[in-house]
């Protein structure tokens, strides 16, 4: 129990779909985060958010919408995604912004 | 930008052996400095990190790390492997700003 959760753990969708992809924290914390884990390949920072306030947006292609209602919680809105944003997406919070890094499970992601 | 350099994608050591895990940086100024790890169906969770002082760090299960800024690494130790470190370990700096991390490495620990 890492005190960092992430819903569903598997998703499954079609390009046209809309999904969205949960992460609650229950540390407390103030950032928050979303990272794509894919194969052979380095974790890739999305967005960032500190006191529910974004504060990177690493490039990430429309399709991906990300919301911070409040400090304990994280979204990202999945919309027409493309078969090459299939990966391990993963949430993760820090009493600081960037201070350590407390990572979910992650939500493995299908984009047929 | 900075950026993170492992050197093995996969690393096989049988028990016992001693390890060593190789991570480079590219960044001038000041860094923190991180060492990750992920077992097997379970989430990412930091095994050391360096932020400033005696730069050879302990963290946890035996592990060391030591930073060495002349040649930009953050090497990752442990004089005895089980098995039970079969995982996949992370290296990660931050410099200026973001956490960026390496591409990983595989340890496969034999029995």
């Known amino acids: 129990e890492t005190g960092v959760t992430q819903t569903p753990r598997h998703l499954v969708m079609g390009m046209t779909n809309k999904k969205s992809l949960k992460c609650e924290q229950h540390l407390g914390h103030n950032a928050m985060y979303w990272y794509k884990q894919s194969a052979k390949k380095p974790l890739e920072l999305m967005f960032v958010y500190n006191f529910k306030e974004q504060t990177e947006n690493n490039s990430v292609p429309s399709r991906f919408s990300p919301e911070c209602p409040n400090s304990s919680h994280l979204f990202l809105h999945l919309h027409t995604l493309q078969p090459e944003d299939s990966a391990l997406y993963l949430c993760?919070?820090?009493?600081?912004?960037?201070?350590?890094?407390?990572f979910g499970e992650g939500s493995r992601l299908t984009v047929l | 930008a900075q950026s993170v350099s492992q050197h093995n994608h996969h690393v096989i050591l049988s028990e016992a052996a001693s390890l060593e895990l190789g991570c480079n940086y590219s960044?001038?100024?000041?860094?923190?400095l991180f060492w990750y790890v992920q077992y097997p169906g379970q989430h990412l969770q930091l095994l050391l990190k360096y932020f400033s002082g005696d730069p050879l760090v302990k963290g946890i299960k035996g592990f060391e790390a030591e930073f060495i800024k002349s040649k930009f690494s953050f090497n990752l130790r442990k004089p005895s492997v089980q098995w039970s470190d079969t995982a996949e370990y992370f290296c990660?700096?931050?410099?200026?700003?973001?956490?960026?991390f390496g591409k990983g490495t595989m340890l496969l620990v034999s029995p």
């Open positions: 960044y001038g100024g000041t860094v923190n």
């Open positions: 990660a700096v931050r410099g200026y700003s973001t956490l960026t």
């Open positions: 993760a919070s820090s009493q600081v912004l960037w201070g350590e890094l407390f």
